[in-house]
């Protein structure tokens, strides 16, 4: 069976206290106990002191007088009501005891007389007189280095018993009480406490991917539920941008496949409507084989960024040198550039390893350098450079072509996102390269940032950790 918060932490709460209280009771307790002792010893063996100075002449002998403690109280102040006098000779036998002993007598016990016989003076409860235990203090009395007697004065545990009996009926009572009051304050409280919780609940629960525009609203201060409020909301928001970007990429998927099919479909109905002229079939052959072309270049980009979504966090982590990997992709696109009249350069080619997946990494610079000779006119100039900083490597691809304006700087790496999307199909993109670009080096634990002047040319930069 589940319990809700409220009332787990109403149950640890009183738990704690009633603990805590008991703990307080039970230290009170034994301190105030201490503190009687303490009174009852610093009494008895006041009195246990004076009775030595009667009992004993100068000469040494032992004089007991009739109604010893009688005495003690009237000509020595000393107060011996309620207390219990014995006094023993050495062999243990009692030879004399106050009036409060009649009948009783306070037992020795073997090992209080054998400390007494060498000296020491021993404090013990005893509990053969009367209805309560006596505090006894046993106190030899040694002249010349000799036991003469043995002087016992006890006094009664009575009123420290009545006194804990009621502080018992008072403080077990007033324990429950403050917690079964206790109790009802923290359910409350906690209740109070707790309620933004139960509308954070019921807000998120009506949240759906019909309405993640939608916000919880609490009034609550920036406490630990106001927190947990704003997380929500900016967990919703990324969602809210998830489901957009799916849809975007959805319509936008959707849009460059359709292209493509429809002009398929409008050039081969026209090659069946003229289909003895051949010379115009293999025109419509030629332009299908680029359609067909392109779509295939989509549907590869889109597997892509597929795997690479699904391979986030496992690629492969094997050592792979990145100078090697720009030679091999700048010798490839040696032809190309010759073709496009751009000259393609590389300025610095440091030897550099990075652990990755090499194919990503190979597809990363590979789409870069394209993306440059793609956008550079004739005449213009492609400059490659990788270098290192500290730990990080660092490729960079400079152009000179057309450039990208300032508004359309931040989307460029967005999925089907294209500056000049008349342009950009007449180079035959489809606006997924950069995106890929920026994938991989995110799986690889780097960045990719681009700078870029209208009419001047563009920088991109991709930095990955070094091995």
Request: aromatic content about 8%; hydrophobic content about 45%.
């Amino acid at each position: 069976m589940a319990f809700s918060i409220r009332t787990r932490l109403t149950f640890w709460y009183t738990t704690l206290l009633f603990v805590s209280l008991l703990a307080f009771g039970a230290i009170f307790s034994y301190s105030l106990l201490k503190i009687f002792i303490y009174r009852i010893d610093n009494q008895i063996i006041s009195i246990a002191d004076m009775m030595i100075h009667t009992v004993i002449r100068p000469s040494g002998q032992i004089f007991i007088p009739r109604d010893f403690d009688i005495m003690l109280e009237r000509y020595f102040g000393v107060r011996t009501a309620g207390s219990y006098i014995q006094v023993l000779e050495p062999h243990g036998a009692v030879i004399a005891k106050s009036s409060s002993l009649e009948g009783f007598s306070i037992t020795v016990p073997p090992p209080t007389y054998r400390a007494a016989i060498e000296g020491a003076t021993t404090y013990e409860v005893v509990k053969t007189v009367g209805k309560y235990p006596l505090r006894v203090v046993t106190k030899p009395i040694i002249l010349d280095g000799r036991l003469i007697a043995i002087v016992q004065v006890g006094s009664s545990f009575e009123g420290m018993d009545e006194i804990f009996h009621l502080l018992a009926y008072i403080l077990l009572p007033g324990i429950l009480a403050c917690v079964v009051v206790a109790g009802a304050v923290g359910w409350f409280l906690a209740r109070k406490a707790l309620r933004p919780v139960a509308e954070i609940t019921d807000t998120a629960r009506k949240i759906t991917a019909e309405n993640l525009d939608e916000r919880i609203r609490a009034d609550v201060p920036q406490d630990e539920i106001g927190r947990l409020a704003a997380t929500m909301n900016e967990m919703i928001e990324r969602l809210e941008k998830s489901f957009q970007q799916i849809r975007q990429f959805t319509g936008d998927a959707s849009h460059e496949l359709k292209t493509p099919l429809t002009i398929l479909k409008g050039e081969i109905e026209m090659a069946l409507r003229s289909k003895d002229d051949v010379q115009y079939m293999k025109e419509v052959l030629s332009s299908s084989l680029e359609e067909i072309d392109r779509m295939s270049y989509i549907v590869k980009s889109l597997l892509d960024l597929a795997k690479m979504d699904v391979e986030k966090g496992a690629l492969a982590r094997e050592p792979v040198r990145l100078d090697k990997v720009l030679a091999d992709r700048h010798e490839h696109f040696k032809r190309l550039a010759f073709d496009s009249a751009v000259q393609l350069d590389i300025l610095e080619n440091r030897p550099v390893t990075v652990l990755g997946d090499q194919v990503r990494l190979s597809q990363l610079i590979y789409n870069l350098i394209d993306n440059a000779i793609k956008y550079t006119p004739s005449g213009g100039k492609v400059e490659l450079q990788l270098g290192q900083d500290g730990q990080t490597a660092i490729f960079r691809v400079k152009d000179t072509g057309v450039g990208i304006s300032p508004e359309d700087l931040p989307y460029i790496f967005d999925r089907f996102y294209r500056v000049d999307k008349a342009r950009t199909r007449e180079v035959g993109g489809a606006g997924l390269g950069l995106s890929i670009c920026k994938e991989i080096a995110e799986a690889h634990g780097g960045t990719l940032n681009a700078e870029s002047v209208p009419g001047k040319g563009s920088t991109f930069t991709a930095s990955l950790p070094a091995a």
